[in-house]
C-alpha cells in the first residue's frame, strides 16, 4: 500500500484556518471509516486529533474538525493558535489488517 | 495512569537482530489490539505491524515483512517486535500504539550501522 498523499507543507497566521488533506485510493481512505488524524512533534508520541473521520477524542478542542469525501479525507484548524505549530498526519485502514499513514504535513503558524 | 513505555533499542550491526518490548499498565490491555509503527530520522510515520488481542492474528508492512514478528505476552501486559536481518533501513524510532492510535508510547531508537 503506498503511503496517502498530503501537501508538505501548510500555513496560516494566527486565527485564520489551514486544511490539510489526505488522498488515497477506494481501498483505503474511501472504503473506510477508519481514518485518523495526528498532531506529532519530532521525538515524542503522536496525539490523535480525529478518528473515525470526524470524530474528537476528550480534550481536543473544538478547532479541529475532520471530514471526507470519496477517496480524500480532510484535517482544518480553525482559529490557528501557535501551539498548533506541528506535523499532522493522517491514517487509513486499508483492509486486511493492513493500514497506511500520509505523508505528513508540517503546518506552520506566521 | 494509561502507559505505554518501549525499550531494546540501540545500535545494531547490519544483518543483525534486536528485540523490543512495550510494557502497558493503566488499561486491559487483553482487551486490545497493539500495532508497532516507526519513524525514519527525517521521513513520515510507518505502520509496521499489528496483533490482535490475543496474539492470534498478526500482519506486517511489505517493508518488514518475513524479517519482523510481532507478540504479545498478555499475562504480564507485554508487546514485543522481534527484528531479523536488520537494514539500515530499519533505522528508526519504534513507536507501540494502542489499536485505535489514541495510545502511544514515547519510542525507543533503533539505529542499525556497521
Known amino acids: 500500500h503506498s503511503a496517502l498523499t498530503q501537501p508538505p507543507s501548510a500555513s496560516g497566521s494566527p486565527g485564520q484556518s489551514v486544511t490539510i488533506s489526505c488522498t488515497g485510493t477506494?481501498?483505503?481512505?474511501?472504503?473506510?471509516?477508519?481514518v485518523s488524524w495526528f498532531q506529532h512533534h519530532p521525538g515524542k508520541a503522536p496525539k490523535l486529533m480525529i478518528y473515525?473521520?470526524?470524530k474528537r477524542p476528550s480534550g481536543v478542542p473544538d478547532r479541529f474538525s475532520g471530514s471526507k469525501s470519496d477517496n480524500t479525507a480532510s484535517l482544518t484548524v480553525s482559529g490557528l493558535q501557535a501551539e498548533d505549530e506541528a506535523d499532522y498526519y493522517c491514517?487509513?485502514?486499508?483492509?486486511?489488517?493492513?493500514?497506511?499513514f500520509g505523508t505528513g504535513t508540517k503546518v506552520t503558524v506566521l | 495512569q494509561v502507559q505505554l513505555v518501549e525499550s531494546g533499542g540501540g545500535v545494531v550491526q547490519p544483518g543483525r537482530s534486536v528485540r523490543l518490548s512495550c510494557v502497558a499498565s493503566?488499561?486491559?490491555?487483553?482487551?486490545?489490539?497493539m500495532d508497532w509503527v516507526r519513524q525514519a530520522p527525517g521521513k513520515g510515520l510507518e505502520w509496521v505491524a499489528v496483533?490482535?488481542?490475543?496474539?492470534?492474528?498478526?500482519n506486517y508492512a511489505e517493508s518488514v515483512r518475513g524479517r519482523f514478528t510481532i507478540s504479545r505476552d498478555n499475562s504480564n501486559n507485554m508487546l514485543h517486535l522481534q527484528m531479523n536481518s536488520l537494514t539500515v533501513e530499519d533505522t528508526a524510532l519504534y513507536y507501540c500504539?494502542?489499536?485505535?492510535?489514541?495510545?502511544w508510547g514515547q519510542g525507543t531508537m533503533v539505529t542499525v550501522s556497521s
Open positions: 496483533v490482535s488481542k490475543d496474539g492470534s492474528i498478526t
Open positions: 491514517i487509513s485502514y486499508a483492509g486486511s489488517n493492513n493500514y497506511v
Open positions: 477506494s481501498s483505503d481512505v474511501g472504503g473506510s471509516n477508519f
Open positions: 500504539a494502542v489499536e485505535a492510535f489514541d495510545i
Open positions: 493503566g488499561f486491559t490491555f487483553s482487551s486490545y489490539a
Open positions: 473515525e473521520v470526524n
